[in-house]
């Protein structure tokens, strides 16, 4: 049983957090001073207060420095478990192979989808081990995106920080450098932060300044979690079947380049509906 007075002060972090007692809603705050920490809890039996208030400072808490790495391994090491014991089917093989074999592609897809596309590298690799080039991850040059680089990493993945929406100037130079070295960009159009499914200018931009196709590709899993985040990311859980797909390249026009961006955006659908509905989502 756990009681205490209407303010009652102890040191401690600033966190505020809803909790349910059982006869007893409430929240619990933690605010942080400079010589000490301090809690003050209010207790009500009826006006509940909602549960859901966890999130207000855990971000910051997640931004620091010394933790980023920390968080950055446990996730990149549950991905890792979470994808290996997944059993994958690969649609589209034919347009794949160019791919494993090393020639320079732009492989892109929409964001919900980036946790499971790992799996397309590592496909590559088993295909021809000794040909698969680089791959480079095009993410936001934000501490999330330096975060999301970090998981990456842990698969063999290079990341070039400057993402397709904001930014584009420096993602466009970074990627063409990339592209003219031979080496492959993966690129997700509508991160980092959407709108959901919709393609911003700077892959058609890459595509066409390159002379570098774009690969369509996408991937579903029958066990998984949906974030209820802008994107809607979709995050794998052990033990499940897996799709891959990948649909035919896109060579995009230095001139009227613009227009070529309705078509990559509804491929990249495509091939996202096609591995929801190959893997029964």
């Not at 705050?29 to 209010?42: E, H, K, N, Y």
């Not at 320079?104 to 799996?119: D, G, Q």
């Not at 999330?144 to 970090?150: A, C, M, N, T, V």
């Amino acid at each position: 049983m756990f009681r205490c007075r209407e303010d009652d002060a102890v040191t401690l972090t600033q966190v505020k957090l809803g909790f349910r007692w059982p006869g007893c809603n409430g929240h619990l705050t933690l605010g942080l001073g400079q010589a000490s920490l301090r809690v003050a809890m209010r207790f009500g039996k009826r006006r509940p207060t909602p549960i859901a208030a966890v999130g207000c400072d855990m971000k910051r808490i997640f931004r620091i420095p010394v933790v980023q790495p920390v968080l950055a391994w446990l996730v990149g090491s549950y991905l890792m478990v979470a994808l290996r014991t997944t059993r994958w089917d690969l649609h589209g093989s034919d347009h794949l192979a160019p791919f494993a074999s090393g020639e320079v592609v732009i492989a892109a897809f929409w964001h919900e989808r980036l946790a499971l596309m790992p799996m397309l590298w590592m496909k590559a690799q088993i295909m021809q081990p000794t040909k698969a080039a680089n791959i480079y991850m095009l993410v936001s040059q934000h501490r999330d995106g330096r975060l999301i680089g970090s998981i990456l990493r842990r698969f063999g993945v290079q990341v070039v920080h400057g993402s397709s929406g904001g930014g584009a100037v420096t993602a466009v130079r970074r990627a063409m450098a990339l592209l003219q070295d031979g080496q492959q960009v993966a690129i997700t159009p509508d991160g980092p932060r959407g709108p959901r499914r919709v393609a911003a200018s700077g892959v058609a931009q890459i595509a066409a300044l390159s002379g570098v196709s774009i690969l369509p590709c996408s991937a579903q899993i029958s066990r998984r979690h949906v974030l209820r985040s802008w994107d809607q990311m979709v995050l794998p859980l052990p033990f499940g079947r897996g799709v891959l797909v990948c649909e035919a390249p896109i060579p995009v026009p230095r001139q009227g380049w613009e227009t070529s961006l309705p078509m990559i955006g509804t491929a990249l659908t495509v091939a996202a509906e096609r591995a929801d509905q190959l893997c029964g989502a």
